[in-house]
């Protein structure tokens, strides 16, 4: 499906001509919003200290991704991993390609080798399996999404918790980029995935930010699934280039997406002219600042989620309060701040280190 938006009606048409300023305003309000988040981010506490490893000595986690596909998610997969390790207690993660019943038969090998929670990673919905999760719960297991929603969206019903990020913020910032860099003067193709729940967080985030600071925009939404990302995302930004010769960005709002959307820009000849801004600060995505053929990645620590979605996990085994806010930061990377990153881009740099000792205060490691 295909959504096209100018949001100018005649009436704001006419203020705008009258008093320029207010435009300029917009321009101003989104540019100040990228620098805000340009910077380090501070590391904040999501709860209070538990001691993680002892409580977590006979427990397991079983986390299931969204798809192994995406390097996004299949990274934080692996650094939980590594923390579990660290800790001292059994985490698996389940090997699939996206497919609703590859999750499902995830949840019931976790029912049925005993794992006491299971984690729905970034995108694996348990609106799909309902059935499941009652039978999961019924058995002992707690089920969770973890990096699925944003802090405003409710929590998939029937779910044990629920750990949010903030998508809106995402979206506002992808759009301030375009808004900031254009001088007000975007015209965009955003593709997203309508399946994952947090889609409709950032397109709200995004949708808000022009509306209320860019009303001459003109923007484009596409839908394209996460299981056709390798089939349909370049054919469909090479025909919106071929059909829109004022095109200027293409935002994917998951960088992963990123892989199908610069070939078709290269082909086309645009790179010039057509830029890219996108969200989730994947290492590969962030060291193709470097080379040009994306412009801005609004970047989340992997290692960092990876901690934070453990953590709020670990609290629902040991007794404790769920957690909602994760607390995760957001920062916009460009070629200012690139080389924060390190060279090739590391998942756990560009952030600061505070947060590393922050968990281990949390989890009362020892030195």
């Known amino acids: 499906m295909k959504r096209s938006y100018s949001t100018t009606s005649l009436a704001t048409g006419l203020l705008l001509a009258a008093f320029p300023a207010l435009a300029q305003d917009g321009v101003a309000t989104a540019t100040a919003n990228i620098a805000a988040y340009s910077g380090l981010p501070e590391f904040v506490a999501p ?6 490893r002892a409580c977590m000595a006979d427990s397991s986690i079983f986390t299931i991704p969204a798809s192994s596909a995406i390097p996004f998610i299949t990274t ?4 939980k991993n590594a923390l579990a390790e ?22 019931e090998h976790a029912v049925n080798n005993g794992f006491d929670l299971v984690s729905l990673l970034a995108g694996a919905d348990p609106r799909f399996f309902q059935p499941q999760v009652m039978a999961a719960q019924a058995a002992g297991v707690k ?26 913020k995402a979206g506002e910032l992808m759009a301030d980029w375009t808004i900031s860099r254009t001088g007000g003067a975007v015209n965009a ?18 949708t808000e930010a022009f509306d209320t600071r860019c009303p001459d925009c003109v923007y484009e939404i596409v839908n394209v699934p996460i299981v056709d990302w390798a089939t349909r995302i370049q054919p469909t930004v090479a025909g919106a ?6 095109l200027n960005y293409v935002i994917p709002i998951y960088d992963s997406m990123s892989t199908f959307v610069t070939p078709a820009i290269a082909i086309a000849g645009r790179g010039d002219d057509v830029k890219v801004a996108t969200f989730n600060g994947t290492p590969f995505v962030l060291d193709m600042i470097r080379d040009g053929s994306v412009e801005m990645n609004i970047g ?19 007794g404790q309060d769920a957690i909602r806010d994760s607390k995760v930061p957001l920062r916009v990377f460009s070629a ?7 060279e090739p881009a590391d998942p756990a740099m560009g952030y600061g280190d505070a947060y590393v000792q922050g968990y281990r205060d949390l989890w009362m490691i020892a030195e």
Do not use: K
């Not at 193709?189 to 985030?205: F, H, M, Q």
């Not at 280039?241 to 004022?246: C, F, G, V």
């Not at 989340?300 to 040991?318: G, P, Q, S, Y």
């Open 47 to 52: 709860g209070e200290a538990f001691d993680a």
């Open 76 to 79: 934080i997969a692996n650094h």
């Open 86 to 107: 660290t800790l001292g207690f059994e985490h698996m993660v389940w090997e699939n390609q996206g497919n609703p019943t590859q999750w499902i038969q995830g949840i």
């Open 143 to 168: 089920v969770v999404t973890s990096h699925l929603t944003g802090l405003e969206q409710d929590a998939p019903a029937g779910v044990d918790g629920a750990t949010a990020i903030d998508y809106r």
């Open 189 to 206: 193709l955003v593709v997203v995935s309508n399946e994952a729940l947090s889609t409709d967080s950032i397109v709200a985030g995004l």
């Open 241 to 246: 280039l071929q059909a829109n010769a004022d």
């Open 300 to 318: 989340e620590n992997l290692d960092w989620i990876a901690h934070a979605m453990l953590d709020a996990e670990m609290r629902l085994l040991c």
């Open 336 to 342: 200012d701040n690139i080389g924060d990153v390190g």
